[in-house]
């Protein structure tokens, strides 16, 4: 299996900054949401996913400061595909520098709100890596 994963790099805004001059800690939770939609805009699955997709566990760590206009890459992989939920993990490093923080984020499928329910096989798919459609 070859889990899907996907990089982008952001550069730390002023207002992205809080009273201490390093990087609020809710930025490192938006760019793993932006990282979550990049990877499933890259797999086809975008269209169907959000709005389905609640958190169901959260968990970040931060390891070095970010300064503003410091230069950012994250990368964002699927490492496991449940039944009914899949789990990502996530990397934030300094280009061309240390590692500054990360985490995990798990998410079921709910395409109706209500409990959640096991993957559509082809969403299953395209998760999983075993999707061999070209998603374009």
């Given at each position: 299996?070859?889990?899907?994963?996907?990089?982008?790099?952001?550069?730390?805004?002023?207002?992205?900054?809080?009273?201490?001059?390093?990087?609020?800690?809710?930025?490192?939770?938006?760019?793993?949401?932006?990282?979550?939609?990049?990877?499933?805009?890259?797999?086809?699955?975008?269209?169907?996913?959000?709005?389905?997709?609640?958190?169901?566990?959260?968990?970040?760590?931060?390891?070095?400061?970010?300064?503003?206009?410091?230069?950012v890459?994250?990368t964002?992989?699927?490492?496991?595909?449940?039944r009914?939920?899949?789990?990502?993990?996530?990397?934030?490093?300094?280009?061309?520098g240390?590692?500054?923080?990360?985490?995990?984020?798990?998410?079921?499928?709910?395409?109706?709100?209500?409990a959640?329910?096991?993957?559509?096989?082809?969403?299953?798919?395209?998760?999983?890596?075993?999707?061999?459609?070209?998603?374009?």
């Amino acid at each position: 299996m070859n889990l899907p994963s996907v990089s982008l790099r952001r550069r730390l805004q002023w207002m992205d900054t809080d009273a201490a001059d390093r990087w609020h800690h809710a930025v490192l939770i938006r760019w793993a949401e932006e990282g979550e939609a990049e990877l499933h805009r890259a797999i086809g699955v975008i269209d169907e996913t959000f709005g389905a997709t609640p958190r169901v566990a959260l968990s970040l760590d931060y390891s070095a400061p970010v300064r503003f206009d410091d230069e950012v890459e994250i990368t964002f992989a699927v490492t496991r595909v449940g039944r009914t939920s899949v789990t990502y993990a996530f990397e934030a490093t300094l280009v061309d520098g240390p590692r500054v923080g990360g985490g995990e984020v798990v998410t079921v499928w709910s395409p109706d709100g209500a409990a959640p329910r096991p993957w559509p096989d082809h969403l299953r798919a395209a998760l999983d890596g075993t999707d061999d459609r070209d998603p374009d």
